[in-house]
């Protein structure tokens, strides 16, 4: 190679910055003469280009865009600090990716059996969604739970129904993840009895509770008691889970409600690390080790159709997080300042209509997450748009994946896309905008804070209202909706139409009863009083939700305890 070419870049390889310059001029003539030439015969299709989320998107990216971005400190390499391109360092060259569809509706014996058709077909983990009265620890028998009954998930009452859900699975073997919320506490203590009934010390339970309370308030709904005492609970888990259950991740902080709630991107990210942060802070605040708890602090998000702007995201994502722990809290292992993520393609992104294109913007999306560095992935069904995945839809999602691995080369480079000046810029960009927001959050108190003043929930729907008058005004194309769309008769074709049992709520309730009948009520009411005792006196409430949980409480029982002692979250109205 010419000397005099090597002699005339920067030490750390980039472009100097009279190079830089040269390029911006070049750069400036190539826009007044060829771009303008090509403007007056190809003229743009729209007077401004955005991403999804309303950024900003320039004609053409040169390395001026990321002249401030230096190698070493924002981009880096796979498995090390800031972890900009991966948490690990040959990603999917070493393992792939967790498959991981989401499985939950009727009963306990009804999702058992889609879990093992899953695994049959190729799934490497488990997902699971539970019905609203679970969501919200109702008993399937009460009165307000029982039109809901396995409709939305499955219904988890007692340990028995725990027991039933997960046999056959081997615990210490598949990790599950639980995408529940409030309740979060009853379900892991079901988890490591289930577990421990197959003979599975605590020591080898891997697995996911949702548990990120905070994201309920601004975009879910689905909490119980009001935001102080519920980051209590999570905190309570976390310390448990760090003492009890090492492999075990007790909180995944969910940015993908957020997103499906209207939130852009750049709110996903900073609202969905602000949350993080609260759990690890108050953790911290209580006395423990940050390192003891910040490597199982596990992130969800969701993966758009914006394909660029998703795999900036992630990339940005990991880059606050790694600092976050490092720089803000303290953290010294390494393993604290790693994010590691599920991802799930947007919910929002499908349609009825023309409900086969579903499949193409999943694998668009699949391929963004893959692209981004996931660590596990659930792919939508074409059919998620209006009901619970049949069998051959879900099978499809769990192929799309299979392809994207195995077809592709996908997988086979690490983080293929860094240096692309544009995905470099992007990643900058979105990093800037969600620092700027988490700022203002520290600003205003925190994030629990904000919650009850509504600052939080007041920035979704005003996105949300943002891309539903575009899209309503035709400036945000969906296809087969607002553009190319066909008369359709509106009747599902047989094989994709999917329908719960209507006899699932009498079953589950003459389950219940008959658990309550078998069970003993001393050994019910003593675990309850207990758990009540430690509410009330701060100590950590999981060795007697566990106590509880064993002794057949049902999760309205346990929850209704805590119900008694902090009450219930009435939602702010914020308009």
Not at 27 to 36: C, D, G, N, V, Y
């Amino acid at each position: 190679m010419d000397s005099k070419v090597i002699s005339a870049t920067g030490k750390d390889g980039r472009d100097t910055d009279a190079e830089v310059e040269a390029i911006t001029q070049a750069h400036e003539e190539w826009k007044r003469a060829s771009l303008q030439a090509g403007l007056e015969r190809f003229p743009k299709r729209k007077p401004d280009f955005t991403t999804l989320s309303g950024i900003p998107i320039n004609d053409l990216y040169t390395p001026a865009d990321i002249r401030e971005q230096k190698f070493s400190r924002d981009i880096g390499f796979p498995g090390q600090y800031p972890y900009t391109r991966g948490v690990y360092p040959t990603m999917y060259r070493g393992r792939l990716w967790t498959i991981r569809q989401v499985a939950g509706f009727g009963s306990a014996e009804n999702t058992n059996q889609r879990y093992k058709y899953l695994l049959a077909h190729g799934e490497t983990g488990l997902s699971t969604d539970f019905d609203l009265p679970t969501l919200l620890g109702r008993d399937s028998d009460h009165p307000l739970a029982r039109a809901e009954v396995g409709k939305t998930g499955v219904a988890i009452d007692t340990l028995r129904d725990a027991h039933i859900l997960w046999d056959g699975i081997p615990l210490g073997e598949v990790s599950t993840s639980m995408t529940i919320t409030s309740p979060a506490f009853v379900l892991t203590a079901m988890y490591e009895a289930t577990a421990a009934a197959q003979g599975v010390s605590a020591d080898r339970v891997t697995g996911t509770a949702q548990a990120d309370i905070l994201k309920e308030y601004t975009a879910q709904n689905e909490y119980i008691y009001p935001p102080e005492p519920s980051v209590r609970l999570v905190v309570d888990l976390m310390e448990y889970c760090a003492r009890r259950l090492p492999r075990f991740n007790p909180v995944s902080v969910s940015g993908y409600h957020i997103r499906e709630a209207g939130a852009t991107a750049a709110q996903e990210l900073a609202f969905t690390l602000a949350d993080g942060y609260t759990y690890a802070k108050a953790a911290v605040d209580r006395g423990l080790d940050v390192d003891a708890l910040a490597p199982r602090i596990s992130f969800f998000f969701d993966v758009h159709i914006d394909f660029f702007e998703e795999i900036a995201k992630l990339r940005a994502a990991r880059r606050i997080w790694a600092r976050l722990m490092r720089e803000k809290l303290g953290a010294r292992d390494p393993r604290s300042w790693m994010l590691r993520t599920h991802c799930q393609t947007a919910g929002v992104s499908l349609t009825a209509q023309q409900v086969e294109n579903n499949m193409v913007r999943t694998t668009v999306e699949a391929l963004a997450a893959v692209l981004g560095g996931t660590q596990s992935l659930h792919t939508n069904s074409m059919d998620e748009a209006f009901q619970i995945p049949s069998e051959k839809a879900i099978k499809i999602a769990v192929r799309t994946q299979q392809i994207l691995a195995h077809e592709t080369g996908a997988a086979d480079v690490v983080d293929p896309l860094a240096g692309s000046y544009y995905v470099e810029s992007l990643t900058d960009r979105l990093e800037e905008e969600a620092l700027s927001l988490m700022n203002e959050i520290e600003r205003r108190g925190g994030m629990v804070a904000c919650i009850e003043a509504g600052f939080i929930q007041k920035q979704i729907a005003n996105s949300a209202a943002d891309f539903q008058r575009a899209v309503e005004a035709g400036e945000q194309i969906i296809v087969g909706m607002n553009a190319y769309a066909e008369e359709e008769s509106g009747e599902l074709s047989d094989d994709l139409f999917f329908q719960v049992d209507p006899a699932t709520t009498e079953r589950q309730v003459a389950r219940l009863r008959q658990t309550r009948a078998e069970r003993s009520g001393v050994d019910v009411s003593r675990a309850l009083a207990e758990l009540k005792q430690a509410a009330k006196n701060g100590r950590n409430i999981m060795p007697s939700v566990t106590e509880a949980v064993t002794a057949y409480a049902s999760i309205g029982e346990i929850c209704d305890v805590l119900r008694e002692v902090f009450g219930e979250y009435k939602a702010l109205s914020i308009f």
